[in-house]
């Protein structure tokens, strides 16, 4: 259950005043690395809400797959289910599933890898890796992704939230943020 608990919110509201109040608007699974997006105010948190609703927020994920990828994009469309006897795995469950639908685009192949760029249409919990692993989307697990099948060493899931767009509650802009994928 600890290990539930700690997350960026919590490790904030134990350092900074009570005053200030944090919401997650973008949340990432643990392993997973790259941009959070977090809202410091309940307005901010709705218009930002309203933004995710109507999928006028667009995120990029970059990610190496743990094997060669023989077409160079396309679109996914799976519907993912979470059995509550078995979390947090996602399932393909087209009786249960809520629809989920990811654009990709092979980067490069870099000997037995392959660098994918994933434009999650929808935000499903662990859409992409899913989608990645799955025979019925590219059928090849993200590296050291091993809750859905991966079997190479490695140190870390090789996931990364590399960019977001979205319009600035406060200042009516069009904001782009981007980080450097570190794999």
Same mark, same amino acid.
């Given at each position: 259950?600890?290990?539930?608990?700690?997350?960026? *919110?919590? @490790?904030?509201?134990?350092?900074?005043?009570?005053?200030?109040?944090?919401?997650?608007?973008?949340? *990432?699974?643990?392993?997973?690395?790259?941009?959070? *997006?977090?809202?410091?105010?309940?307005?901010?948190?709705?218009?930002?809400?309203?933004?995710?609703?109507?999928?006028?927020?667009?995120?990029?994920?970059?990610?190496?797959?743990?094997? %060669?990828?023989?077409?160079?994009?396309?679109?996914?469309?799976?519907?993912?289910?979470?059995?509550?006897?078995?979390?947090?795995?996602?399932?393909?469950?087209?009786?249960?599933?809520?629809?989920?639908?990811?654009?990709?685009?092979?980067?490069?192949?870099?000997?037995?890898?392959? @660098?994918?760029?994933?434009?999650? *249409?929808?935000?499903?919990?662990?859409?992409?890796?899913?989608?990645?692993?799955?025979?019925?989307?590219?059928?090849?697990?993200?590296?050291?992704?091993?809750?859905?099948? %991966?079997?190479?060493?490695?140190?870390?899931?090789?996931?990364?939230?590399?960019?977001?767009?979205?319009?600035?509650?406060?200042?009516?802009?069009?904001?782009?943020?981007?980080?450097?994928?570190?794999?």
């Amino acid at each position: 259950m600890r290990d539930r608990q700690d997350s960026v *919110l919590s @490790r904030l509201r134990q350092l900074l005043p009570e005053k200030m109040v944090f919401a997650a608007m973008h949340r *990432l699974d643990r392993e997973t690395s790259g941009i959070l *997006l977090l809202a410091r105010d309940r307005q901010t948190y709705r218009q930002l809400s309203r933004q995710f609703q109507q999928r006028q927020v667009r995120k990029v994920y970059e990610a190496l797959l743990s094997g %060669c990828v023989t077409i160079n994009q396309g679109v996914i469309e799976l519907p993912l289910w979470g059995d509550p006897e078995n979390r947090p795995y996602q399932e393909v469950n087209w009786q249960y599933g809520k629809p989920s639908v990811t654009r990709f685009q092979v980067l490069a192949r870099e000997g037995d890898y392959t @660098r994918v760029e994933f434009v999650p *249409l929808t935000g499903r919990t662990h859409q992409l890796r899913v989608h990645a692993a799955d025979a019925r989307g590219l059928g090849i697990p993200i590296l050291g992704d091993k809750l859905y099948g %991966c079997r190479a060493l490695t140190s870390r899931l090789h996931l990364h939230a590399r960019e977001i767009y979205f319009l600035h509650p406060q200042l009516g802009e069009n904001f782009h943020l981007r980080t450097k994928t570190p794999f």
